[in-house]
């Protein structure tokens, strides 16, 4: 006979008798619904990953890791800061920046953040020169008073190439007829598409040089932008360059800024792992009403192992062995169709629009179009882990109450 003999008689209680299918549909109902949960768990997860994932791309690819820049003043030094950024083997790249708040009128009026750039460097700590649709960064030239805007903010203001903007900074000077804020006359250079609002609304790009003469900060700027291998050091690898150049000044990393956006996100990933946890849980409850059922059913058969000299956690642990084989085997089914569902979502997405005829995401409305995933095995690992910790917790009560019975009474009918 097959040893030990609580797994030989759990694997055998596995099968229900031929004139008793409702418990074997009971307890294939509960192995399913284990089963849909965990593939709808790592589902959901993966995709909740892809998104954040492809937002801190988008916002990465205009913001810096981190930024060195003057406490209080203009940054003058910063060709020092750049060569001691260049030097650390932790620097990707480092370019100089001249930003401020400005009103852009053309059709329209709106704020919008003004940032004067190098194009020589810009490239090494961003991706404007990709995200450019019409135009390009190295039509920026010195002197000229172009700009560059972003895809909304040209439609805003009904601009295109080659038309004319009037910038407007908050830098008074002194006219015959009083104070009036500097103005300046720009025509655009180009239009580029960053795929978030913040950017493609509220940002306008000009030549470093002629933003220095626009906000009169003569050879300053406002600091230096850094991208790094390890973005995630970027709060230290600044602090380290401060501290090179000897001097107070103010730094910044890109957590700092958007801590709050990618913590919200954070936070709706793990009430949405809550929630879909609670579908896996309502399957392990129903493999203990499966399980109570099965005991109920087999009442003369515990009976008799009784007699037989089976100890009560002999009896306890054949129903264990039960129900952490359906619930076992309901998560290997959840997990393989939670991998084979995440890698195939995009056919899938694709198959459901084909029938129904609609857009999951059009791009007209949604500046992320499908559904983008990211499968993580220690996504999937906390998944699997949770699930069958939930399914050997439903066996205990049912095995428990088959380890009570009492022979006697079991079988005082049969």
């Known amino acids: 006979m097959f040893r030990p003999l609580e797994i030989a008689i759990g694997l055998r209680y596995t099968r229900a008798k031929r004139r008793n299918h409702f418990i074997s549909f009971i307890s294939m109902a509960s192995m399913l619904g284990i089963a849909i949960g965990v593939t709808a768990l790592i589902t959901v997860v993966s995709v909740m990953n892809g998104f954040e994932q492809e937002l801190r791309a988008r916002i990465l690819g205009m913001v810096a890791h981190a930024t060195i820049s003057g406490a209080g003043e203009d940054l003058q030094d910063w060709p020092r800061a750049i060569e001691l950024a260049v030097a650390d083997p932790r620097v990707m790249g480092a370019a100089p920046y001249a930003e401020r708040e400005s009103l852009l009128q053309a059709g329209r009026s709106q704020g919008a953040l003004l940032r004067g750039v190098d194009p020589r460097l810009e490239p090494a700590v961003s991706e404007l020169a990709d995200l450019m649709t019409e135009g390009s960064l190295d039509d920026l ?85 850094l991208k790094l291998h390890d973005m995630f050091q970027g709060w230290r690898v600044a602090r380290d360059l401060t501290e090179q150049m000897g001097q107070y000044y103010r730094i910044r990393d890109w957590t700092a800024e958007h801590s709050n956006f990618f913590r919200a996100i954070q936070m709706e990933k793990t009430v949405m792992f809550i929630i879909l946890s609670l579908i896996v849980l309502v399957a392990a409850f129903q493999l203990v009403s499966s399980l109570v059922m099965l005991v109920t059913d087999k009442q003369a058969d515990i009976a008799i192992l009784r007699t037989l000299g089976m100890s009560p ?77 939930m399914s050997m917790l439903a066996t205990i009560y049912p095995a428990w109450r088959a380890s009570r019975t009492e022979p006697a009474a079991a079988l005082r009918y049969e």
């Open 141 to 225: 030239v010195p002197g000229a008073f172009q700009v560059l805007v972003g895809r909304d903010l040209a439609l805003y203001l009904g601009v295109g190439l080659g038309d004319s903007i009037t910038v407007m900074v908050p830098e008074f000077r002194s006219t015959p007829v009083g104070v009036a804020p500097q103005a300046r006359r720009f025509t655009v250079a180009g239009i580029f598409s960053a795929g978030m609002q913040d950017y493609d609304r509220q940002l306008a790009i000009i030549h470093l040089q002629d933003a220095q003469r626009l906000l009169r900060m003569g050879e300053g700027v406002t600091g230096v932008r």
């Open 313 to 389: 956690r002999s009896v306890m642990a054949v129903f264990v062995v039960q129900g952490s084989i359906i619930g076992v085997i309901g998560v290997l089914l959840g997990v393989v169709g939670g991998v084979a569902l995440t890698l195939n979502l995009d056919h899938v997405v694709s198959a459901v629009e084909a029938v129904f005829g609609f857009e999951v995401m059009p791009a007209d409305v949604y500046y992320i179009t499908g559904l983008p995933t990211d499968l993580r095995g220690q996504d999937v690992g906390l998944v699997t882990l949770v699930a069958l910790a």
